[in-house]
């Protein structure tokens, strides 16, 4: 597990593979219901995340789309289908995003009190989701927003068509890979679109790194999970 500060009054986390109780190819930390892992096995991990971060993660039913969802108090453990979840207070949960290959990117403002998860793949970027979440969250932010990326497929492994790659050019997301294909740099993308909001990366790539899920290495696997908690200072 990967923690990194965001903002003062936040903490972005990034699990891996290890401490769940799945079988192969979903071991052993699956968090994601929609890959085929057994339901029973999903719960306990996503149990044993919420016990050992003290908080109640809110996930998504990621769809690859652009819906942005903004909750000021939560009702259930999912936000329903968006691909972009900002908690507006609700002080207990975390906000949360699975991945395994895109972009887990997590934003904050100062105080902690407005926080977000979005899943960031290539339809994410061409759909222009982050400068839609930027605005939502500038709308309600104390101070300053800053933003993390978390572990995902990086731009010397993510090999695309050449007509996809050109797609990506108006974002600076267009790249090559290291063995001279035509691919696309996610963060480069995030880092555009997010339009001046500091941009910090955290954690390898994906595909490289066999402690972190990746589909594109392993076709069916699991997910791991980005997720932001808020850093109340502790009475003295
Ligand atoms: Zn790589």
């Known amino acids: 597990m990967l923690t990194c500060r965001i903002s003062p009054g936040a903490i972005a986390v990034f699990t891996d593979r290890t401490g769940g109780v799945s079988y192969p190819p979903f071991d052993s930390l699956n968090l ?3 890959v085929g892992d057994a339901g029973a096995d999903v719960r306990e991990n996503r149990a044993r ?3 050992r971060l003290r ?3 809110v996930w998504m039913d990621q769809v690859h789309g652009a819906e942005v969802r903004v909750l000021a108090t939560v009702a259930s453990e999912t936000a329903g289908e968006c691909d972009a979840v900002v908690l507006a207070g609700a002080d207990g949960h975390a906000p949360a995003v699975l991945v395994a290959d895109c972009v887990p990117l997590l934003l904050a403002d100062e ?3 407005t926080r977000a998860a979005v899943h960031v793949g290539r339809a994410g970027l061409l759909a ?13 932010a104390e101070g300053s927003l800053r933003a993390v990326a978390g572990p995902h497929i990086c731009g010397g492994c993510y090999e695309v068509g050449a007509s996809l790659s ?17 691919g696309i740099d996610l963060v480069a993308g995030i880092e555009r679109q997010l339009g001046g909001v500091p941009l910090r990366a ?3 790539c994906t595909l490289e790194e066999p402690a972190l899920f990746s589909h594109r290495r392993d076709g069916v696997t ?14 003295m």
């Open 32 to 34: 994601a219901t929609h």
């Open 166 to 182: 050109e797609r990506a050019r108006p974002f600076s997301a267009n790249c090559t890979t290291r063995w001279g294909t035509p």
């Open 49 to 51: 995340l919420a016990a």
């Open 128 to 140: 222009e989701i982050v400068p839609r979440v930027v605005e939502r969250m500038r709308e309600m």
């Open 222 to 235: 699991g997910r791991f999970a980005g997720l932001v908690l808020r850093d109340t200072p502790r009475p």
């Open 111 to 113: 105080t902690g009190a």
């Open 202 to 204: 955290a954690g390898g």
């Open 55 to 57: 908080t109640t993660p």
